[in-house]
T-cell receptor, first 117, second 114 residues
Framework: AQKVTQAQTEISVVEKEDVTLDCVYE???????LFWYKQPPSGELVFLIR??????QNEISGRYSWNFQKSTSSFNFTITASQVVDSAVYFC??????????????FGGGTRVLVKP | EAQVTQNPRYLITVTGKKLTVTCSQN?????MSWYRQDPGLGLRQIYY???????DKGDVPEGYKVSRKEKRNFPLILESPSPNQTSLYFC?????????????FGPGTRLTVL
């Protein structure tokens, strides 16, 4: 069965500090996709990144970067030089090729990030 | 504009009073699903639909019903709501049912059952 664990329930930082969010996943499939979503206080889900299991290259997008390590089943997310607008709940999610469930996303419990000015 | 819409966005109701949360997408997507979000548990899938008239249970289907009579609509029905169904609900859709198909989420419906 698939499982996603985000061990950090809440992280509080001061503006301009870096923050790293941990995500550990479990799946029996060799082909799968990993995602990060942001949920600001307004409540909607904002897609941040999708990474497939065959692409272990790290990715950087502005102040965001992702470290995918298949050997440790982790897909960690770092916000560099955090800003108040980064305050949100962040979800890591997994989707694999279990046919019966179609395009189901398995989410972690989320990490609440609070960036103080 | 390509989007998934949900109505209502906020709802307060009482135990046992049937309600329907509507979900509609304008992208001609085949796959649609419902999730509920609870603190510490993330989002969990309630029901999904591969296409018109094809629906199946997700991880937490108890107390819910769905239907898919048209491709664009996928309503979530609570026949007899109970307080443990107080949650934030999201509808999602994607072009196909493979994991590489990007999912589009609706804005969410916050439901409180008293």
């Amino acid at each position: 069965a698939q499982k996603v664990t985000q061990a950090q329930t809440e992280i509080s930082v001061v503006e301009k500090e870096d923050v790293t969010l941990d995500c550990v996943y479990e799946t029996r499939d060799t082909t799968y996709y990993l995602f990060w979503y942001k949920q600001p206080p307004s409540g909607e889900l904002v897609f941040l990144i999708r990474r497939n299991s065959f692409d272990e290259q790290n990715e950087i997008s502005g102040r965001y970067s992702w470290n995918f390590q298949k050997s440790t089943s982790s897909f960690n997310f770092t916000i560099t030089a955090s800003q108040v607008v980064d305050s949100a709940v962040y979800f890591c999610a997994l989707s694999d090729l279990i046919k019966a469930a179609g395009n189901k996303l398995t989410f972690g419990g989320g990490t609440r990030v609070l960036v103080k000015p | 504009e390509a989007q998934v819409t949900q109505n209502p966005r906020y709802l307060i109701t009482v135990t046992g009073k049937k309600l329907t949360v509507t979900c509609s997408q304008n992208m001609n997507h085949e796959y649609m699903s419902w999730y509920r979000q609870d603190p510490g548990l993330g989002l969990r899938q309630i029901y999904y639909s591969m296409n018109v008239e094809v629906t199946d249970k997700g991880d937490v289907p108890e107390g819910y019903k769905v239907s898919r009579k048209e491709k664009r609509n996928f309503p979530l029905i609570l026949e007899s709501p109970s307080p443990n169904q107080t949650s934030l609900y999201f509808c999602a859709s994607s072009y196909g049912s493979q994991p590489y198909n990007e999912q589009f989420f609706g804005p969410g419906t916050r439901l409180t059952v008293l």
